[in-house]
């Protein structure tokens, strides 16, 4: 049962040759067993998977049509509100929140038959691109435990990478499922601003927030966005990529770069080359004080959601929460315009590229993940705080809300994962799990096959 896909579950399913009871068991026993060099998880709700597990046992013994995701097991940040399961938003003050109704994505993926069998470990409010929650515990990488998994989704990503579910629902406003899916070694997509219903998803950041999934694979990644948006993203069965128009940016995106980031970028785009792609050099000059920008719009949202909760229970918030708090107060609201007159002047060029593309490429993250508890990297002589760094590329895309996804692209030497950033013009998702899945499958199998061999 080990590293099967959702259709080969499914099809499994189908011909009677494992049950959904023995899938969910296996993934929990993974849990139980090795979840403790992790901190992925938050909470395991037994009772909820046994009872959701029987209803697709039932659907199974008489033959009824299979949903979408019937039996898969799934896992939600728990930022994500899940009905009579506790939904801490990786906080102390909400550490017994039980909400009394779903968020609109629980709610799609019960009713395509997702199993979902937990709640996994954060950024407190998501606050943060590490994932080190001093209430639940640091989410540490699977590939080497000492080094971040990214965030703010980064038990989302490690839940994947560690293979204790097939797909995690997380979060987006600055980067925060496409790092951590590159920090891990596996894919996350953060679709079209609003594509995905965010009701019921604590906002940290309402103009900035997106969800989306976390995978193994584009196959899996795909099936996941069909039943969030009841569009088809069947994956082609293309072998190449003629006809595919690439932008390389000739600023902003590939400047500045870890080498061991840089090496896997560039060879990826010569592998993308080789299967037919015709790659263009696009100016992207008018992407500039972009960490600004995100943090103009950011922090006065977030201040205003978290306004009432600042003036009864301060204390129980961690000490890097109230930092935020403080810039919040700090930024005014000439700084907050700007910055979203900013955003429409950037909104606008970035659009304007997909005139003569399909896809920009860019590194997903600049560097490696670091190890737990570091605040800033160095790159070609710069100092930078990890929180600019690590968001310096995806960011942008929050800013404009166009479509981006990270898949793996190599290792360094040291074995850890090199995520590549896909974006496509509004409502081209398909065009992203396209390439994402003929590259795959011409160059990642080595690599998903060292994967699942990581624990």
Not at 142 to 155: F, L, Q, Y
Not at 252 to 265: E, G, R, T
Request: charged fraction near 25%; aromatic fraction near 8%.
């Amino acid at each position: 049962m080990d590293q099967m896909t959702i259709s080969e579950i499914i099809q499994g399913y189908k011909q009677k040759t494992f049950s959904p009871g023995e899938i969910t068991t296996f993934y929990l026993q993974r849990i139980k067993s090795l979840d403790h060099y992790y901190s992925a998880f938050i909470t395991v709700p037994e009772d909820e998977v046994l009872a959701r597990t029987e209803i697709s046992e039932k659907k199974l013994k008489l033959d009824d049509d299979m949903h979408l995701l019937e039996g898969i097991p799934v896992t939600y940040k728990d930022i994500i509100n899940t009905k009579g399961i506790r939904t801490t938003n990786g906080s102390q003050l909400e550490k017994e929140y039980i909400p009394r109704e779903n968020a609109e994505v629980v709610k799609t993926l019960n009713d395509a038959g997702a199993i979902n069998i937990g709640k996994v470990n954060l950024h407190e409010y998501a606050f943060g691109i590490t994932s080190d929650n001093p209430f639940y515990g640091s989410v540490k990488n699977p590939w080497n435990t000492k080094r971040i998994a990214g965030g703010s989704s980064g038990g989302s990503a490690a839940a994947v990478a560690a293979n204790f579910c097939l797909t995690s629902i997380g979060t987006d406003t600055a980067g925060s499922i496409r790092i951590p899916a590159a920090c891990t070694g596996v894919l996350g997509i953060k679709p079209t601003y609003g594509m995905i219903d965010v009701k019921g998803i604590f906002p940290l950041s309402w103009t900035l927030d997106h969800a989306g999934p976390i995978a193994q694979n584009a196959e899996d990644l795909s099936i996941v966005m069909q039943a969030l948006t009841k569009k088809s993203y069947q994956v082609s069965e293309r072998e190449n990529l003629k006809g595919f128009r690439v932008g390389i940016p000739k600023q902003y995106f590939n400047v500045n770069l870890d080498p061991a980031v840089s090496k896997q970028y560039y060879k990826a785009l010569k592998d993308i080359e080789r299967l037919g792609a015709d790659l263009i050099e696009v100016d992207v000059s008018f992407i500039q004080d972009v960490l600004n920008t995100a943090r103009n719009i950011a922090t006065p949202e977030v201040g205003y959601v978290h306004k009432e909760r600042v003036k009864s229970s301060l204390e129980l918030y961690s000490n890097e929460a109230k930092k935020v708090f403080e810039r919040s107060r700090k930024t005014g609201a000439h700084e907050y315009i700007d910055a979203l007159q900013q955003r429409r002047k950037m909104t606008a060029e970035v659009t304007n590229l997909f005139g003569e593309i399909d896809v920009l490429i860019t590194p997903t993250v600049p560097h490696l993940p670091v190890e737990i508890g570091t605040k800033y990297v160095e790159l070609k002589g710069t100092k930078e705080a990890i929180d600019d760094s690590m968001i310096r590329n995806t960011c942008v895309f929050n800013i404009t809300g166009h479509p981006a996804l990270s898949i793996p692209c190599g290792l360094s030497d040291d074995n850890i994962p090199v995520g590549l950033q896909l974006i496509g013009n509004y409502y081209e998702e398909r065009k992203l799990l396209e390439l994402a899945s003929i590259y795959e499958k011409a160059y990642l199998q080595p690599f998903y096959l060292q994967r699942s061999g990581i624990c």
